[in-house]
């Protein structure tokens, strides 16, 4: 498949509407059904004390009183053999109506707590097989962004939301998620923390944010962190705390109109390359890793372009230095990591060619 050929439409099965699918469930079928049957045997009460003669009003509440086991006394006395004959059986199928709702109710209750377990269960198997997975800490406005933008990009992630009517909302998008505070450890590793790759720490408090860093650096030394930032002072302490990168929306925002009231053509072209919706250009980087066949070769001998299609943007070396723009006479070495520009085809070419990461 090219670039520019569009991918099969994936087709989904439909999805029951809410309403449907609440009603689906066993234990509350039941339940309706309790309901009605409750409302026929009192039907069925009212019907016969009035056909004895006895007011509408003066009828439902014997029935009441009667098929809720309340113990008043009756309001008539039940002198004749049809009256007590009558109220026995409304007792029982009174009592029969009320057991069996009652238990639709205390199975409904465990229904859910049943279905609830499972698909934790369900989903920290899942979690438990991810490796190189990305966890957001925050699903608000800038985290469900993320999410989508991963989504687009099929990288798997997990999401860790404190409220749990928007943690329904993330699993109901299809979407991993655990419901806890991810300023603790233990939800941190039920995310998966020890075989993630990158944690990404947008909350809208800034103090959140350093905690979540602070406590992913000692969980895992390893990992990649980064923060959301708000105020100017947040970055310090996120560097501090161990935070890799740091992203202040608002800086971004502000940088970017300036961009474009003073270079909009430049704005332009890092929209061509970013947008995916637009083309399918993107920028890469890879690792130049032991055995791979660009080690101790220059740019311009490995023909990267003529061969895969990619273009070379930059150069970063092992000792954190930055070669940009480059000649092509740059020898690469082990540790090095290259940026590349190119289709997102060619990016997989090079990808298929040189094996790098």
Same mark, same amino acid.
């Given at each position: 498949?090219?670039?520019?050929?569009?991918?099969?439409?994936?087709?989904?099965?439909?999805?029951?509407?809410?309403?449907?699918?609440?009603?689906?469930?066993?234990?509350?079928?039941?339940?309706?059904?309790?309901?009605?049957?409750?409302?026929?045997?009192?039907?069925?009460?009212?019907?016969?004390?009035?056909?004895?003669?006895?007011?509408?009003?003066?009828?439902?509440?014997? %029935?009441?009183?009667?098929?809720?086991?309340?113990?008043?006394?009756? $309001?008539?006395?039940? %002198?004749?053999?049809?009256?007590?004959?009558?109220?026995?059986?409304?007792?029982?199928?009174?009592?029969?109506?009320?057991?069996?709702?009652?238990?639709?109710?205390?199975?409904?209750?465990?229904?859910?707590?049943?279905?609830?377990?499972?698909?934790?269960?369900?989903?920290?198997?899942?979690?438990?097989?991810?490796?190189?997975?990305?966890?957001?800490?925050?699903?608000?406005?800038?985290?469900? /962004? %993320?999410?989508?933008?991963?989504?687009?990009?099929?990288?798997?992630?997990?999401?860790?939301?404190?409220?749990?009517?928007?943690?329904?909302?993330?699993?109901? /998008?299809?979407?991993?998620?655990?419901?806890?505070?991810?300023?603790?450890?233990?939800?941190?590793?039920?995310?998966?923390?020890?075989?993630?790759?990158?944690?990404?720490?947008?909350?809208?408090?800034?103090?959140?944010?350093?905690?979540?860093?602070?406590?992913?650096?000692?969980?895992?030394?390893?990992?990649?962190?980064?923060?959301?930032?708000?105020?100017?002072?947040?970055?310090?302490?996120?560097?501090?705390?161990?935070?890799?990168?740091?992203?202040?929306?608002?800086?971004?925002?502000?940088?970017?109109?300036?961009?474009?009231?003073?270079?909009?053509?430049? %704005?332009?072209?890092?929209?061509?390359?970013?947008?995916?919706?637009?083309?399918?250009?993107?920028?890469?980087? $890879?690792?130049?890793?032991?055995?791979?066949?660009? $080690?101790?070769?220059?740019?311009?001998?490995?023909?990267?372009?003529?061969?895969?299609?990619?273009?070379?943007?930059?150069?970063?070396?092992?000792?954190?230095?930055?070669?940009?723009?480059?000649?092509?006479?740059?020898?690469?070495?082990?540790?090095?990591?290259?940026?590349?520009?190119?289709?997102?085809?060619?990016?997989?070419?090079?990808?298929?060619?040189?094996?790098?990461?």
């Amino acid at each position: 498949m090219t670039a520019d050929t569009p991918p099969a439409p994936v087709t989904t099965p439909p999805t029951p509407a809410p309403g449907r699918r609440f009603l689906s469930r066993l234990g509350l079928r039941r339940m309706l059904y309790g309901f009605v049957a409750i409302l026929i045997v009192a039907c069925y009460g009212v019907a016969g004390y009035m056909g004895m003669g006895w007011s509408f009003f003066d009828a439902i509440y014997q %029935v009441v009183i009667t098929i809720s086991g309340v113990g008043f006394g009756e $309001v008539r006395p039940l %002198v004749s053999t049809a009256a007590r004959v009558h109220t026995m059986m409304l007792i029982g199928a009174g009592t029969l109506t009320y057991a069996f709702t009652l238990g639709a109710f205390v199975q409904l209750l465990t229904e859910n707590e049943i279905l609830g377990y499972l698909g934790r269960q369900r989903m920290q198997k899942q979690i438990s097989h991810l490796t190189g997975h990305t966890i957001i800490a925050g699903y608000g406005r800038v985290g469900a /962004l %993320v999410c989508d933008e991963l989504v687009a990009r099929d990288q798997p992630f997990v999401v860790i939301e404190l409220d749990p009517e928007r943690s329904a909302e993330v699993r109901a /998008l299809g979407h991993l998620c655990v419901t806890g505070d991810a300023t603790e450890e233990k939800v941190l590793v039920e995310a998966g923390l020890e075989h993630a790759r990158v944690i990404v720490s947008v909350m809208p408090s800034d103090a959140e944010n350093v905690f979540i860093t602070l406590t992913a650096r000692q969980a895992c030394a390893e990992i990649t962190i980064i923060a959301r930032a708000e105020q100017t002072g947040t970055p310090r302490k996120l560097r501090q705390a161990g935070a890799n990168h740091i992203v202040m929306p608002a800086a971004i925002g502000a940088s970017r109109i300036v961009s474009l009231l003073t270079n909009p053509g430049a %704005v332009e072209f890092a929209e061509l390359v970013t947008n995916r919706s637009s083309v399918a250009i993107e920028l890469d980087e $890879v690792g130049i890793q032991a055995g791979s066949r660009l $080690v101790g070769k220059s740019i311009s001998h490995s023909d990267l372009k003529r061969r895969t299609g990619v273009i070379v943007v930059a150069i970063k070396r092992e000792d954190g230095s930055v070669e940009f723009p480059i000649t092509g006479d740059e020898i690469l070495a082990i540790g090095d990591r290259i940026v590349l520009l190119g289709r997102a085809a060619n990016l997989q070419v090079f990808h298929r060619e040189y094996g790098m990461a």
